[in-house]
């Protein structure tokens, strides 16, 4: 145990002796360290916000649409129904919510100012289906659609166009031939950036009226909600199949879910993953190379050092260890400052982040960079550590 503690003394009294070199030496594995954790903690950030966002647009999700053939105009047979949609709702197990939606364009008019909007029909549990929030007002009902009620919801971009001054809500609004009273606004959780049937400027009313503008029922996306995300692809098989059954076998449709999406944005977010930690790596290994420069450097100065404390007893072992332990302070030193660093700086920066984003440090990266970082160093340090060890106390005497 004496030994032991009069090795630790050794070894720290060296790197005091030489802390500007060894700070040097250290701010490599500082570094590194840092970097491996920082890359681990923005790389899987970066995915649970990009998946996030992907299921916010509607989580277990599946949808279908009629495939068109420009040389074959569609049959009213083959367009989607509301029976296809009730269908859907009673004979596939594992389905909670069910709706559908058919758009055109049109123009609405209110007092005098006029603009061209997306007109969407949309059934009751579209909301669900599509996490829509409503800022003020509320949703289509059960009764609105039985009843075919003379009501809409705008986009929040559309209301403050159109009533930038007054509440919006029980105000009238001329669309095409209809007048029709806002009882909600909402809005997309997500942007989907126009690649859905929600526009900047968008009126959302019951389905059953846009057999009014368009002369027949038909659907042109019918949505399906699976229970869990597990159920999703049993989902798309069940209502391709009972389109196919329900339809003639000249019709196809393309029945999708965000399952190819979310699988790709996690395949990208891995890659990314590895990539910044093999930088890491990188960064960590220079410095281990550093550390085996540094040391074999010190080895040659404290050469007739070691030759006095083999003259006057101590083992090859006990040499080997002090050095070993000198190369093991520096790259713990340095793992436990960087990881501080990396972790702070998350911390700093989170007030600056968008208010849905958060950047949690995973434990792994944390004990990852730590092991690494510790590893580099012993296994650089082995090198020098040993050629110490292995000096004679004769020739090391003797050395100038």
């Not at 890659?271 to 080895?299: D, E, K, Q, R, Y």
Request: charged share 15%; hydrophobic share 50%; net charge neutral.
């Amino acid at each position: 145990m004496m030994l032991r503690n009069e090795t630790w003394m050794v070894a720290l009294e060296a790197l005091w002796a030489n802390k500007i070199r060894a700070f040097l030496t250290t701010l490599g594995v500082i570094i590194g360290s840092a970097c491996i954790v920082l890359v681990v903690t923005v790389a899987q950030s970066g995915r649970r916000y990009v998946i996030a966002q992907i299921e916010a647009v509607g989580s277990n999700l599946v949808y279908a649409r009629l495939d068109t053939d420009p040389n074959r105009p569609a049959m009213l047979q083959d367009e989607l129904s509301l029976e296809d949609m009730n269908s859907a709702k009673d004979a596939i197990p594992g389905v909670v919510a069910v709706a559908g939606t058919r758009d055109m364009p049109s123009s609405v008019v209110a007092g005098s100012v006029e603009r061209n909007v997306n007109l969407v029909g949309v059934t009751e549990g579209f909301q669900q289906i599509r996490n829509l929030l409503i800022p003020s007002g509320r949703f289509l009902d059960a009764e609105d659609i039985s009843s075919r009620s003379r009501v809409c919801l705008i986009t929040s971009q559309l209301s403050k166009l159109m009533f930038p001054v007054s509440d919006p809500i029980g105000q009238s609004l001329r669309v095409g031939e209809f007048s029709f009273t806002v009882i909600g606004v909402f809005k997309e959780r997500v942007e989907t950036f126009g690649q859905s049937e929600i526009r900047d400027y968008s009126v959302l009313i019951p389905f059953p009226l846009m057999k009014y503008y368009l002369g027949d029922p038909s659907m042109d996306v019918l949505y399906v909600q699976a229970a869990s995300s597990e159920g999703v692809i049993p989902v798309t098989n069940q209502l391709e199949a009972l389109l196919r059954n329900r339809h003639p076998t000249r019709a196809r449709y393309s029945v999708m879910n965000f399952n190819s999406i979310l699988n790709a944005a996690r395949q990208i977010a891995l890659a990314l993953t590895i990539v910044l930690v093999l930088i890491g790596f990188i960064a960590l290994l220079v410095s281990g190379i550093g550390i085996m420069n540094i040391m074999l450097v010190t080895v040659r100065e404290r050469t007739r050092e070691i030759g006095i404390r083999k003259a006057i007893g101590a083992r090859r072992s006990e040499i080997l260890y002090q050095f070993l332990l000198e190369a093991f302070l520096i790259s713990g030193f340095g793992s436990v400052t960087g990881i501080l660093i990396a972790v702070l700086i998350p911390v700093l920066v989170q007030p600056l982040l968008p208010g849905n984003l958060r950047v949690p440090v995973p434990w792994q990266s944390v004990v990852l960079s730590f092991i690494v970082s510790c590893s580099v160093g012993v296994f650089f340090g082995y090198l020098p550590a040993d050629r110490a060890a292995k000096l004679q106390p004769t020739e090391s005497l003797r050395y100038e």
